[in-house]
């Protein structure tokens, strides 16, 4: 369903009038289904030519204007006891957010502006189109050298990231009568105080229109949904908490229907009453087998944040801080960080990667390369005004921005750990290890500005021991040095126990914006880490 | 920007729309300009203007949120509707607290006309102090001057209405070697851009880059420190979050749960030196009219979620000033509209708005002058909790971390990292400077004993 007729004229005619983000952008295509036959919406074309040709008019020397539209919903279950009744409450919260705008990026005298609106006119757009070329004219006083942007191919297409059941279509009293029935699961295991559940669904309806003549739309759906158990000990003032956090995807509503979610109640209840009595830690170097679901978020600190070339080139210094892969001249295809085992892809093209598009906002087809090829740095995360800082001649399309209202910039795409080519099992990689312990899950977790010097936490720890899982223990984190830890990786699952674990709210930048991607991965043996004991 | 009125004949036509029991509405407008600068030159840079309407329909004890940011009639129209179905599909919320009527909110001077009006060209002098001064002294300067304009209003069916503007600016530098041995960091933060020197800021940055070349590796132990007011600011916040929650508290989850059940309210924790407060009306940080939250981002909202609580409906109190610790003692918790009603007693504001926490009638040099042996840290990144319940955190150094024997800066020193708790920290403070603002809190430098730095980092 594309914009009527008759409202679209109303639009084109007066330049007051606004246009309706429903209207614009209409159903998504299904699995590339719909009436849109692959090509982008005529009407946001028709709009995005107004900025164009007013920048150029303004003298901007490139253009391009994103109108996005962005839905949020949250569907959640809460389910504790009345401290005075004892009697189950369940709490919910529904939430829909939404969000619709534009954005135009113009650089003039050699220097980038940004503005953006949320009224989707005509005049509007010629507004914020003479904002952003004021914005960049009064900025060029201090540019000293001219952004240079790395070719581009020109598209004209339309890209959907596949799914069978849009999640916005599943009704909210079904997705509550599902937390519902995860809580009580959870709740059934005696000694859980607390459950809690949600699922989240968010999509982004993105066209992309710029000066050099690309024409993209694109709908990106992503969809999942978590639970916790709660448990603590009056007495001794000990509380813990135990989750079941299946990957995020780009997918739809059957994710969360293969997750299982109710299936894992009982597990996460029983895990957690036995976190609440587990013995503390004995610290010391001990061997790790890190599960997807930690080891996703060891590898997004150590190795997709300081891979990131604005990092390496000082761009985020002021916040975010720089890298120990620096500098670039140095290291390219240089530089050990781990062990011959370690390969890391960046992909924006996995299957059901969070980070996954057809075009990234630079309008860069979306691609994959080695970050890490047996142990040895190869490329850093690029976008278009990158990639001649490092002699690359194509951005390696990595451009995200998280709004219509916010500035594109380089943001971690899928970078994912490749599985053991061996066969092997996780029980294999226990009964490689005499003294060790087994994490799962994320907990706290904290790393330096330049990204080596780290300590993790977990949601789980189990004692190895001999070659065997034991019980578990509490009160575990584990320091190191990035490049002393994946040196240590002595040996990895293979495909068969690979995970496309995700993460949903990276944060980065000034003013900051958010970012999702998957960081997939097998359980990993690494061996002699520092492991602590905690408060 | 929304004026008044406007903002009334907003809410008003939504909860004309409005078929449900109870309807509640909450605004929030931003105007935006900023400009990011790296490698002593700007990178990127943007203007907007920005709207969300958060609309809250209740029928019966179910409610229905919705957040948008399209305000024509026909999207309006759709976004009542859409809260109204929700509503209808929530399940009973047995946590309900009725909204609330109409209240008197206190007027909180927080708005600078200049400040609004200011953009890019009002920012390049400052940003220009930072880069000139940087290539002066042969450094590499990154940062960020932000200004930012608000409108908040709130307003529901049983005759409520608020509204509040507030401007304000911040500014922070980076500046390091051309080697990567030295970084140093400095930040401000105002409401009126009048206020904010930044070529000041810009040269503390490049003073502590200079000062902290070449750093000296020191063995990781219990040292005293003298943090400054950003590793003050940054240190507190997780304390004064959700520890402070009554509820947790009392369900046996959080620091101030007494041993065997109830709360430590009324328990001597800290050192008598300490005094903390929720102080909206503070003219250095000035906060809104009423207790509660602001609209937050859409990507926190899975996360915000697991702090518990029930849907919104927007019934904000009118802000006050209130004693979290007063001289060691912990005088109040945080009670939501809920568990006060449930406990019969008043709620009270959330411990993370406008926190200010007294100092003494000290300098920053003071502090330093008094120390025989000890550690000045200029600001502390990645503050990550190891165990939420102990409030036990970790974290890291950066950007000038400098060896102080007696009573002078002798050496910069290798950055740590640190297991602490902020709670230790207000129980082993030694002596307090002035407090200023820093971020979104008010806080003194704070000398402290026994910190404990658990690891070197290498980082720069």
Same mark, same amino acid.
């Given at each position: ?535 | ?81 859409? *809260?109204? #179905?929700?509503? !209808?599909? $929530?399940?009973? @919320?047995?946590?309900? %607290? ?5 209240? &008197? ?81 400095? *930040?401000? #933060?105002?409401? !009126?851009? $009048?206020?904010? @020197?930044?070529?000041? %800021? ?5 003073? &502590? ?83 509660? #939250? ?167």
């Amino acid at each position: 369903m594309t914009l009527s007729r008759r409202r679209f004229l109303e639009i084109s005619a007066g330049a007051a009038a606004i246009a309706l983000a429903n209207d614009l952008f209409g159903l998504p295509e299904i699995n590339g289904q719909n009436t849109g036959a692959g090509k982008p919406s005529p009407e946001l074309s028709a709009l995005a030519e107004i900025a164009l040709a007013r920048a150029k008019k303004l003298g901007a020397s490139y253009a391009d204007i994103r109108i996005n539209r962005y839905r949020n919903q949250l569907v959640a279950l809460r389910s504790a006891p009345d401290l005075a009744t004892g009697k189950l409450n369940h709490v919910p919260a529904v939430q829909d957010m939404q969000s619709f705008g534009f954005g135009v990026r113009v650089i003039a005298n050699g220097t980038w502006g940004f503005a953006a609106g949320r009224l989707v006119t005509k005049d509007e757009i010629a507004r914020v189109t003479a904002e952003a070329v004021a914005v960049a004219k009064a900025n060029s006083a201090l540019q000293k050298s001219p952004v240079r942007l790395a070719p581009v191919k020109t598209y004209v297409d339309r890209y959907t990231t596949p799914f069978e059941r849009n999640p916005f279509d599943v009704p909210v009293p079904e997705k509550l009568a599902l937390l519902e029935k995860i809580n009580s699961e959870v709740k059934a295991v005696p000694k859980v105080f607390s459950a809690d559940s949600v699922i989240v669904a968010r999509s982004e309806d993105k066209f992309f229109a710029s000066s050099e003549g690309s024409r993209i739309q694109q709908f990106i759906l992503q969809t999942y949904g978590q639970m916790r158990a709660q448990a603590r000990d009056l007495e001794t003032r000990i509380s813990r908490s135990r989750s079941y956090s299946p990957a995020p995807v780009t997918a739809g509503w059957e994710a969360v229907v293969e997750a299982d979610l109710p299936g894992n109640g009982r597990r996460i209840g029983e895990e957690v009453v036995e976190h609440l009595s587990a013995p503390p830690v004995a610290p010391g170097k001990k061997d790790l087998i890190l599960m997807p679901g930690n080891l996703a978020l060891t590898i997004h600190e150590s190795i997709g944040h300081s891979t990131e070339l604005d990092r390496a080139l000082g761009y985020e210094a002021n916040f975010a801080g720089t890298s120990f892969v620096a500098p670039p001249e140095k290291v390219m295809g240089k530089l050990r960080i781990g062990s011959e085992l370690m390969n890391i892809v960046g992909d924006r093209t996995l299957p059901r990667g969070m980070s996954t598009v057809g075009y990234d906002d630079d309008g860069v087809k979306a691609t994959s390369f080695d970050i890490v090829r047996n142990g040895v740095f190869m490329h850093y995360q690029t976008i278009r005004d990158q990639a001649h800082l490092v002699g690359e001649k194509e951005s390696l399309g990595c451009c995200y921005a998280d709004s219509f209202d916010s500035i594109p910039f380089q943001r971690i795409p899928n970078v994912w750990l490749k599985a053991g080519e061996k066969p092997m099992t996780p029980d294999d990689l226990i009964a490689a290890i005499d003294d060790g312990i087994l994490i799962d899950g994320r907990g706290s977790w904290s790393i330096d500005h330049q990204r080596y010097n780290f300590q993790f936490g977990g949601d789980a720890f189990w004692e190895i021991k001999g070659g065997k899982k034991r019980g578990m223990l509490s009160r575990v984190a584990y320091q190191s040095r990035s490049t002393d830890f994946w040196a240590a990786l002595a040996a990895l699952a293979d495909q068969r126990f690979w995970v496309n674990e995700g993460l949903t709210s990276d944060g980065k930048g000034q003013p900051q914006q958010i970012n999702a991607m998957s960081h997939g991965c097998s359980p990993c043996l690494f061996r002699q880490i520092n492991v602590l004991l905690t408060d | 920007m929304l004026t008044r009125d406007q903002a009334k004949a907003l809410i008003d036509k939504i909860l004309n729309l409005s078929k449900a029991d109870e309807c509640a509405v909450m605004v929030g407008a931003a105007d935006l300009a900023n400009t990011r600068f790296a490698d002593n030159q700007v990178t990127t840079s943007g203007r907007s203007e920005g709207m969300v309407v958060s609309i809250a329909s209740t029928i019966g004890t179910r409610t229905g949120n919705i957040r948008t940011n399209e305000t024509s009639d026909d999207a309006l129209r759709a976004a009542v509707a859409r *809260s109204e #179905e929700l509503a !209808r599909y $929530a399940p009973p @919320d047995p946590e309900y %607290v009725e909204p609330i009527s109409a209240q &008197k909110y206190p007027e909180v001077a927080a708005y600078d006309a200049p400040t609004a009006g200011a953009a890019q060209k009002e920012m390049l002098p400052g940003i220009r102090a930072a880069i000139t001064g940087s290539e002066t002294k042969k450094l590499i300067s990154a940062g960020f001057f932000e200004r930012k304009a608000e409108v908040l209003a709130l307003g529901n069916k049983r005759g409520n209405f608020g509204y509040h503007t507030a401007t304000n600016t911040d500014y922070s530098v980076t500046a390091r070697t051309r080697d990567g041995t030295g970084s140093g960091w400095a *930040s401000a #933060e105002r409401f !009126r851009l $009048a206020d904010l @020197d930044a070529p000041a %800021v810009s040269r503390v940055a490049i003073d &502590k880059a200079v000062l902290s070349q070449k750093p000296r590796a020191l063995e990781p132990g219990r040292y005293t420190v003298v943090l400054e007011p950003a590793a003050v600011s940054g240190m507190m916040q997780l304390l004064f979050s959700s520890p402070f929650d009554a509820r947790g508290a009392e369900e046996g989850r959080t620091l101030f749960t007494k041993k065997g059940g109830g709360t430590r309210l009324g328990e001597k924790m800290f050192s008598e030196k300490i005094t903390a407060r929720c102080d909206p009306f503070d003219p250095r940080n000035p906060g809104v009219p009423w207790v509660g #939250e602001v609209p937050t981002e859409l990507s926190e909202i899975g996360q915000f979620f697991f702090g518990g609580g029930s849907a919104q409906n927007h019934s904000f109190l009118p802000a006050t000033r209130l004693a979290w610790i007063e001289k060691a003692t912990v005088k109040n918790l945080v009670y939501s509209r809920y568990w006060a009603k449930k406990k019969d007693v008043a709620p009270t504001p959330r411990s993370s708005q406008s926190l200010v926490i007294d100092g003494e009638d000290h300098s920053l040099d003071d502090l330093v002058r008094s120390t025989d042996r000890g550690l000045l840290v200029t600001r502390f990144w990645y503050i990550r909790y190891l165990n939420p319940q102990t409030v036990q955190l970790t974290g890291l150094t950066r950007d000038g971390l400098f060896w102080i024997e007696k009573g002078k800066i002798t050496y910069p020193v290798v950055n740590f990292r640190w297991n602490e708790s902020p709670s230790n920290v207000l129980a082993n403070v030694e002596m307090l400077s002035r407090p200023v603002r820093s971020g979104e809190r008010v806080v003194p430098a704070m000398k402290v004993r026994d910190f404990n730095f658990s690891s070197v980092s290498d980082a720069v």
